[in-house]
């Protein structure tokens, strides 16, 4: 009994102190079951309980008690790897504090290790195996005993491959291999380290560190391999091309910038992947080419650049700078690096390779580059400072030799054909040429301008001269006088005098005649007049787009030189014959608004421009209106009539249709309807009263569409608009329950169709709307000619045979009645896997008509001497009527049945009693007589007794809850025949006879 409670006060004491000792962990946890600690207990307000906590001194001596006490050896290797975690806390602790050690003690972590030691000799297969030989290495670690730390991580990953520590104790190898200078081992381990989690803390030094191992192997492909990888997870994830370094994190910049010094060094040397090549930079090129291209690339360039220029390596450093742009023209940072380039040759002193490079720059860069258009104004406004000196040198360079060279005695005029001629005319040319560029790219300086112009006329660009004498004229490009080492005489005087601006704004006009007759190799002069008719060449057609803007501002600048309206009126038709219609309706109404007088012709010229402008515009609202004001000035004569008015209509139209597509229908309904009252000659009046009548259905205005329809089928009977008009008709009617005209309509629909399939559904719905419409003759027409046509579908062909029928019992015609009965019974019964539940009735009608025609038939026919004949007939007559019953009551249905075996059991019952009222053989004595009349009398009674088994077989039916007409009057004709079972009277018991039963 002790024993027990001594081990349960052990258990509760064990799981007290590991409870407290919890807070002090910082590693691993262990499952602990729930104990008495575990218990929720309610304590009274006024107890009050304070807890202490323990020292990790007093832990440690309180597990070494429970160690002492306890004898279960699952509690005892509990309790030592708990005390071997707290000597671990203890001692770092002890460090942290920087305690004195002891004498003996080599160190802060001797208890740990030693603990930790003895667990794992004392216990080799315990399950915290793992985590202690991680924390002996760590405890090595930072004693400082790196050996026995490494071996101790080589224990824990040879013992357990797949340790969660892995990435850790990896790279704990790595940096003791790396530091023993065991370089190959280290980046083995390295790189057990990083085929682990990207995300791990030792992931990206154990990357940057296996390359280095790959370095110091002087295994440079593979170290530029890692370095790359460096690179990749270390700079901006997201591709910029302006990447800060400084602003990466310290520990990330340094890894960052010695991977790009490292990579530069390899590069320098020219045998990055193996395989000499001429240079660093191509080097460099193919080892990208080789793992792929980086955004970040230019900073590999930029550095490799940078250590050459710091070993005055001035065309290694240059042509590094022109890898790059070679091979990432577009690249923003290239041009920067270009001008790197030039500044490099320039720092040693390459003045031509720097000029070609400059001439290069501008080029690729400048505004007539390749890549301009595809930068933004923020990536281009770095360029610009450099890209205008380049500029200014070029031109004032070109422009300064050629005006030293006509001062030299060499006038354009007295060189004519000579070679000197062509030499100042190609130093103008490109002249000229840096000119143009520095005035698209800045325009900044009307001297330049000047300059420009002068460059062109000079070297006999007559047509680019033009553009010149514009801006001269109008200053039209907003440039300012700038001061520039182009020319310091000032010249601005030049631009005031209106007069002279006038005179060469038109002689620009005129100068475009030269250019015109030149880009359509005309050999005579092409005036002005004719430069409308030019459209079949696209320089022709640019050049007379560039004159209308240039004569549009002569108009505009010098409305008071008697040029101008001449100018005008031609602009006018040339906008609109290049179909610019807007600006034609500009033109025009400025020619309408002029404040001179101006001709009447010119003024109906105008309006018919802005017409036809405003329908080709679409603007169907404004030329309606415009094209009245014309027709108001067009003569009855006038040839132009007739166009105009089709104009005037197609407006009309088309602004119907804007209208309708706006869902204004009723706008463009009246619309429509003005095209046929105000054009009715015109070709779109034909669609017109189409549409018209279409939109009026949808109006509901159903009066007038019927109108309208009517008069467009007669009008344009063949038109195939036409072929559905009574389909349309017929809707309205229908609408309008006028029957009778939709049931015409479709009878006229059938009459123009020639296939009878198609005629089928017309004919059908003809024949139903007259009869809808009460004329039962149409009706009648139209249903027997369907029905001699159509036998399918089924329904509707047996509905149409008794409909006929129907017709003809109304009108008495009982045979042609019979007739359509028949027919009905035929397609029925021919076609029995089509039969339904209504064509089963109407089959069963049909036959009951015709067995009472046989029953009639039957009933006529009297019973005469000879008898023996006339029976004979009789009962030829009766087969007939009971097969004709019979047929009738085949169909199963109850009406019919029960009447048909009445009527069968009568036609028996009627026999029976024709013989027996036959008349008799005369010259019969008394005695021959009566044996006749017994001899009747046993030929009748067989028939009356099948009457009675047949009326009997009727009154059956009741049993089965049939009670009809039929049944009743079985019982009734029974009780006739048999009185004695069929007509017995119910008696009913008096009192005094009951009182005697009791």
């Not at 262990?30 to 009050?48: F, G, M, N, W, Y």
């Not at 840096?434 to 660009?461: I, P, R, V």
């Not at 007559?462 to 310091?488: C, E, H, M, W």
């Not at 039929?966 to 004695?980: I, N, Y």
Request: proline fraction near 3%; hydrophobic fraction near 40%.
């Amino acid at each position: 009994m002790n024993s027990r409670i001594n081990k349960l006060i052990l258990v509760s004491l064990l799981s007290f102190l590991i409870l407290s000792c919890s807070q002090w962990q910082e590693q691993s946890r262990i499952d602990v079951r729930p104990t008495l600690a575990d218990i929720e207990l309610t304590v009274s307000p006024q107890v009050k309980t304070t807890l202490v906590k323990p020292s990790i001194a007093m832990l440690i001596k309180d597990y070494r008690e429970l160690i002492a006490l306890s004898s279960e050896p699952v509690i005892k290797e509990q309790l030592n790897y708990r005390l071997a975690q707290l000597l671990l806390i203890e001692n770092e602790q002890a460090q942290e504090s920087g305690d004195r050690l002891s004498h003996q003690a080599a160190g802060y972590y001797d208890d740990a290790i030693n603990a930790f030691n003895t667990f794992l000799v004392d216990y080799p297969s315990s399950s915290q195996r793992e985590h202690l030989l991680y924390q002996l290495a760590k405890a090595y670690e930072l004693q400082g005993e790196s050996e026995l730390s490494f071996q101790t991580v080589t224990t824990l990953t040879t013992e357990f491959p797949a340790t969660r520590y892995g990435q850790e104790l990896y790279f704990r190898r790595g940096e003791y291999l790396f530091a023993a200078n065991r370089y190959r081992a280290a980046a083995r381990s390295y790189q057990q380290v990083i085929t682990g989690d990207i995300n791990s803390p030792f992931y990206q030094t154990a990357l940057y560190m296996l390359a280095w191992a790959e370095f110091k192997r002087e295994n440079h492909s593979q170290a530029l391999l890692h370095f790359t990888h460096l690179l990749d997870i270390s700079l901006p994830q997201r591709a910029t091309t302006d990447i800060e370094v400084a602003a990466l994190p310290v520990a990330t910049r340094r890894m960052v910038q010695d991977s790009l010094r490292v990579m530069g060094l390899i590069f320098s040397d020219g045998s990055a992947n193996g395989v000499a090549v001429e240079s660093g930079a191509q080097a460099l090129a193919q080892h990208f080419e080789r793992v792929g291209p980086r955004y970040y690339e230019y900073l590999n360039y930029q550095h490799l650049a940078m250590g050459y220029l710091k070993h005055k390596r001035y065309r290694d450093s240059a042509e590094t700078y022109g890898e790059f742009v070679k091979r990432y023209p577009t690249h923003v940072k290239s041009p920067h690096f270009m001008v790197s380039k030039i500044e490099t040759y320039q720092r040693g002193r390459f003045a031509a390779l720097a000029n070609n490079e400059k001439r290069q720059f501008v080029a690729d860069y400048g505004i007539n580059g390749p890549y301009w258009r595809i930068w933004s104004g923020q990536d281009k406004t770095p360029l610009m400072p450099k890209l205008k000196t380049y500029l200014v040198e070029f031109a004032e360079q070109s422009y300064r030799i050629a005006q030293d060279k006509k001062q030299q005695g060499y006038s354009q005029r007295s060189m004519r054909g000579s070679k000197n001629q062509a030499d100042v005319t190609a130093l103008y040319a490109d002249a000229a040429r840096w000119f143009l560029e520095y005035q698209h790219t800045f325009n900044d300086s009307a001297k330049m301008n000047f300059l420009y112009a002068e460059s062109l006329f000079a070297s006999g660009q007559y047509s680019q001269a033009i553009d010149a004498y514009l801006t001269f004229a109008y200053q039209r490009d907003g440039t300012k006088v700038a001061d520039t080492p182009l020319n310091s005489q000032n010249d601005e005087a030049l631009y005031q005098t209106n007069s002279k601006r006038a005179d060469a704004a038109y002689a620009a006009l005129l100068a475009y005649d030269k250019v015109l007759q030149q880009v359509s190799n005309h050999t005579a002069k092409v005036s002005a007049s004719q430069m409308r008719t030019i459209t079949s060449d696209n320089e022709a057609i640019d050049w007379l787009q560039a004159y209308e803007l240039s004569a549009q501002q002569f108009i505009d600048t010098f409305a008071d030189d008697e040029r101008s309206l001449a100018v005008l009126s031609l602009l006018m038709h040339q906008r609109f014959n290049g179909e610019r219609f807007i600006v034609a309706m500009d033109s025009a109404r400025q020619l309408l608004n002029w404040p001179h007088e101006v001709a009447g012709a010119q003024q109906l010229d105008a309006r018919m421009i802005i017409a036809h402008s405003q329908f080709n515009l679409q603007d169907y609202q404004h030329a309606t209106a415009s094209y009245q004001q014309v027709l108001s000035m067009l003569k009855h004569n006038d040839p132009r009539l007739t166009s105009i008015t089709e104009n005037y209509a197609a407006s009309l139209f088309k602004q119907a249709e804007q209208h309708i597509e706006a869902g204004r229908l009723a706008q463009g309904t009246e619309l429509f309807i003005r095209v046929i009252e105000q054009a009715p000659t015109s070709s779109v009046r034909k669609l017109a009263q189409f549409n018209a009548a279409q939109n009026l259905y949808q109006l509901n205005e159903l009066a007038r569409a019927t109108h309208y329809l009517i008069d467009f089928r007669q009008r344009f009977t063949t038109d195939k608009l036409a072929k559905d008009i009574e389909t349309q008709l017929i809707s309205i009617y229908v609408e309008e329950n006028k029957w009778a005209e939709a049931a015409s309509e479709y009878l006229m629909l059938v009459n123009k169709l020639n296939d009878k399939t198609l005629q089928q559904q017309p004919l059908f719905m003809a024949a139903s709307y007259f009869e809808k419409a009460g004329d039962i003759e149409l009706a009648r027409l139209s249903y027997r000619r369907y029905a001699h046509a159509y036998s399918q579908p089924f329904s509707r062909a047996i509905e149409v045979r008794f409909t006929l029928s129907e017709i003809y019992r109304e009108s008495g015609e009982q045979s042609k009645r019979r007739f359509w009965l028949r027919k009905l019974l035929n397609l029925h019964d021919n076609t029995p896997e089509q039969v339904t539940s209504r064509s089963t009735a109407l089959a069963a009608m049909s036959a009951m008509v015709f067995a009472r025609d046989a029953q009639a038939e039957f009933d006529r026919i009297k019973l005469t001497l000879p008898l023996r004949k006339s029976l004979q007939r009789k009962k030829r007559s009766l087969t007939n009527a009971l097969k004709a019953y019979q047929k009738a009551a085949s169909y199963n249905l109850a009406k019919y049945t029960t009447e048909s075996t009445f009527q069968m059991a009568q036609i028996y019952r009627q026999l029976a009693q024709d013989l027996l009222n036959s008349s008799r053989p005369s010259g019969l004595d008394e005695l021959a007589l009566a044996q006749y009349e017994i001899l009747l009398e046993e030929q009748a009674y067989p028939f009356e007794d099948k009457a009675i088994a047949i009326l009997e077989s009727n009154t059956q039916l009741s049993w089965q809850g049939l009670y009809d007409e039929w049944v009743k009057q079985s019982f009734a004709t029974l009780s006739e025949l048999m009185p004695g079972r069929y007509n017995k009277q119910e008696t009913f018991a008096t009192t005094s006879a009951l009182d005697g039963l009791y």
